[in-house]
C-alpha cells in the first residue's frame, strides 16, 4: 500500500530560521523536505504517511499578508495533491495558531482535503476556527511536543483515510459544537451514578458535560474623592517607548514593562510605539494617547479632578496571551502599585 501523502506548515521558528527578528520571512515551499516538528511525526506514522513537503512562513508575514498568504498555501497543496494537510502544532503562539487554523480551514473549504492542526485551548485560532476544523488539544508550549505528536499522528491517518472520526474526549481534538446520535455502551443512570460515587469517594472522574470556569472577584468599594485620589495608568495595549526596549512580545506576552513617565505630558510619535501585533498600530503609533491617555490624565491632574497621575505605567500585550499569564501580570502590577500607595487604576486595552 502506498504511503499517505501529507504536505505540512510550520513558521520560521520551528523551520530553525530564527524567531521574532524572522518572523517576517516570506513563504516558501519545500519540496520533498520535512523540517522541526515533521521529524517527529515521520517516526510516528513508519511506513504508513509520508510528509511529501514543507511550507514555512514567518508569522508577521502571514498575518500581515494573509490573503495572500493563504492563497499560496493553497495553489501549493492543489499542486501537490496530499491526503491531508498538516499545520503546527502552534501550541499557545498567538500569530503562529492563527495562520495554522486560518490556512487549514482555506485548504478544507476551497480544496476538500481533510486538514489538522494542534493548538492549546487559549489559542485565538481554537475560537476563530474550532467549528470548521479538527484542532488537537496542546499544552502551552513547545514543550509539549511529544504530547502533541502522540495524539496528532493517528488522528492525522484517520482523517486522510476518510475514516470515522470519534467524539472528542476519545480522539484528543477540541469540541467542534457538533452533536451526533451514538450508542454509548453503559446507559446513562449507570453512568451517572458511578460519576456520582467517585466524587463522594473523592476519587478522579470524568464529567460528560463540562463546564466552563469563571473567575469570581469581588468589586472594591467605588473611589468618593476623585480629587485626593491617585491614579495609576496599565494598559494590555502595548504601549512602549520607541524601540521596545524590554523587547515585549506583539503575542502571548511573557513579561510586562514598567516605564517612568515623570514629567511627561504627552506621548508623542517620537518617543512613544505599540508592541501589539494584533490590531493596526497605524493610530496608536501616531498618537500613543490614544491607547494610553497620559495628555488627558495630566488635564485632568492640572484641573484638580484628579489628585495626581502615578509617575509610572504598566504595560503588556494582551495578543494570544494566556490566561495563566495575564493573571501573573496582574498580581505582580497590583503589588507594586499598593507598594507605591496608588488607589485607582485605569486600564485600557484596544
Not at 11 to 33: H, M, S, T, V, W
Not at 73 to 93: M, S, W
Not at 174 to 201: H, S, T, W, Y
Not at 306 to 330: E, R
Request: charged letters at 25%; a negative charge; aromatic letters at 8%.
Amino acid at each position: 500500500m502506498a504511503k499517505l501523502r501529507i504536505v505540512h506548515y510550520i513558521n520560521q521558528f520551528f523551520a530553525q530560521i530564527g524567531g521574532e527578528e524572522k518572523a517576517d520571512y516570506p513563504l516558501e515551499y519545500r519540496d520533498g523536505k520535512y523540517v522541526g516538528p515533521g521529524l517527529a511525526f515521520m517516526q510516528a506514522w513508519g511506513n504508513e504517511a509520508q510528509i511529501v513537503g514543507t511550507i514555512v512562513c514567518g508569522d508577521s508575514y502571514f498575518g500581515e499578508n494573509i490573503d495572500k498568504a493563504t492563497s499560496e498555501v493553497v495553489e501549493i497543496v492543489r499542486k501537490a495533491k496530499p491526503d491531508l494537510f498538516l499545520a503546527g502544532p502552534g501550541f499557545n503562539a498567538g500569530r503562529y495558531g492563527v495562520a495554522c487554523a486560518t490556512a487549514c480551514a482555506a485548504v478544507e473549504e476551497r480544496l476538500g482535503i481533510p486538514t489538522l492542526t494542534g493548538l492549546y485551548v487559549e489559542n485565538p485560532g481554537v475560537d476563530m476556527f474550532r467549528d470548521k476544523i479538527y484542532i488537537v488539544s496542546t499544552k502551552n508550549s513547545a514543550a509539549g511536543m511529544r504530547g502533541a505528536v502522540k495524539v496528532m499522528a493517528p488522528l492525522a491517518l484517520k482523517l486522510a483515510r476518510h475514516e470515522r472520526i470519534g467524539a472528542s474526549v476519545e480522539e484528543g481534538y477540541i469540541p467542534r459544537g457538533q452533536r451526533v446520535n451514538f450508542f454509548e455502551r453503559e446507559r446513562g443512570a449507570r453512568r451517572a451514578v458511578d460519576m456520582l460515587i467517585k466524587k463522594l469517594d473523592g476519587r478522579p472522574f470524568v464529567t460528560e458535560y463540562p463546564m466552563p470556569s469563571f473567575d469570581r472577584v469581588n468589586p472594591v468599594s467605588p473611589v468618593t474623592d476623585l480629587s485626593h485620589t491617585k491614579v495609576a495608568l496599565v494598559t494590555s495595549g502595548g504601549i512602549v517607548p520607541k524601540g521596545n526596549p524590554d523587547h515585549i512580545e506583539s503575542s502571548n506576552a511573557s513579561h510586562f514593562g514598567e516605564y517612568d513617565i515623570t514629567g511627561v505630558m504627552d506621548l508623542t510619535s517620537d518617543a512613544y510605539e505599540t508592541a501589539h501585533g494584533g490590531y493596526d498600530p497605524v493610530c496608536a503609533n501616531e498618537d500613543a494617547d490614544r491607547v494610553l491617555p497620559v495628555d488627558v490624565m495630566r488635564d485632568l491632574e492640572r484641573e484638580g479632578v484628579i489628585g495626581s497621575l502615578h509617575n509610572k505605567f504598566y504595560t503588556t500585550v494582551g495578543n494570544g496571551t494566556a490566561v495563566a499569564s495575564a493573571k501573573k501580570f496582574g498580581g505582580e502590577i497590583a503589588q507594586r502599585l499598593k507598594e507605591d500607595g496608588v488607589q485607582a487604576v485605569i486600564l485600557t486595552s484596544t
